[in-house]
T-cell receptor, first 112, second 114 residues
Framework: GESVGLHLPTLSVQEGDNSIINCAYS??????FIWYKQESGKGPQFIID?????DKRQGQRVTVLLNKTVKHLSLQIAATQPGDSAVYFC???????????FGKGTLLTVNP | DAGVIQSPRHEVTEMGQEVTLRCKPI?????LFWYRQTMMRGLELLIY????????DSGMPEDRFSAKMPNASFSTLKIQPSEPRDSAVYFC????????????FGPGTRLLVL
């Protein structure tokens, strides 16, 4: 989900479990979505993207699901590892517009 | 590819001083973005260049901020004079073309204005 102000939503999982991070996007006209991972002290790193003509896309250990009906995006991480600990952002884009609108982020903590 | 390169990585300065942040986009990318990240406001787009031309600077906070892109491989973001409320992490990102292309971010410059 999204947050307001200083508090990020947090998700704490055990190493080896599957993680699901959710994002409610704002604009029903958005047709391109990206998930970024940001580790402490680093810039956002591209993970996976999906266009609105798809409802699922898989990468290495990650799957993105898109539900346009309820404007919901999720990122599933299989067999979560300590190195997956980071803040995860979803971003949305409309048409050929260059602007990405970022969510507030979710902090994922993986416990060994 | 080295990715987006930013310098300096950290900058500490006193209020009133000029600050210049630098960015080298990924070679071949023709879109460049400057963002600011704070805990309160998250990631904010400051300015966007396409083919070295500023297209949208509506996110630039005020006249104290200026950005240039003299060529395809270099951009600067300048703050003059700096204020404590400018303290943030500033990211540069680049993408291959305008539109629905992934933006690749640099490591950021962490700015502290005392």
């Amino acid at each position: 989900g999204e947050s307001v102000g200083l508090h990020l939503p947090t998700l704490s999982v055990q190493e080896g479990d599957n993680s699901i991070i959710n994002c409610a996007y704002s604009n029903s006209a958005s047709d391109y979505f990206i998930w970024y991972k940001q580790e402490s002290g680093k810039g956002p790193q591209f993970i996976i993207d999906i266009r609105s003509n798809m409802d699922k896309r898989q990468g290495q250990r990650v799957t993105v699901l898109l539900n346009k009906t309820v404007k919901h995006l999720s990122l599933q991480i299989a067999a979560t590892q300590p190195g997956d600990s980071a803040v995860y952002f979803c971003a949305e884009n409309i048409g050929s517009n260059y602007k990405l609108t970022f969510g507030k982020g979710t902090l994922l903590t993986v416990n060994p | 590819d080295a990715g987006v390169i930013q310098s300096p990585r950290h900058e500490v300065t006193e209020m009133g001083q000029e600050v210049t942040l630098r960015c080298k986009p990924i070679s071949g990318h023709n879109s460049l973005f400057w963002y600011r990240q704070t805990m309160m406001r998250g990631l904010e787009l400051l300015i966007y260049f396409n083919n070295n031309v500023p297209i949208d600077d509506s996110g630039m906070p005020e006249d104290r901020f200026s950005a240039k892109m003299p060529n395809a491989s270099f951009s600067t973001l300048k703050i003059q004079p700096s204020e404590p409320r400018d303290s943030a992490v500033y990211f540069c990102a680049s993408s291959l073309v305008q539109g629905q292309e992934t933006q690749y971010f640099g490591p950021g410059t962490r700015l502290l204005v005392l």
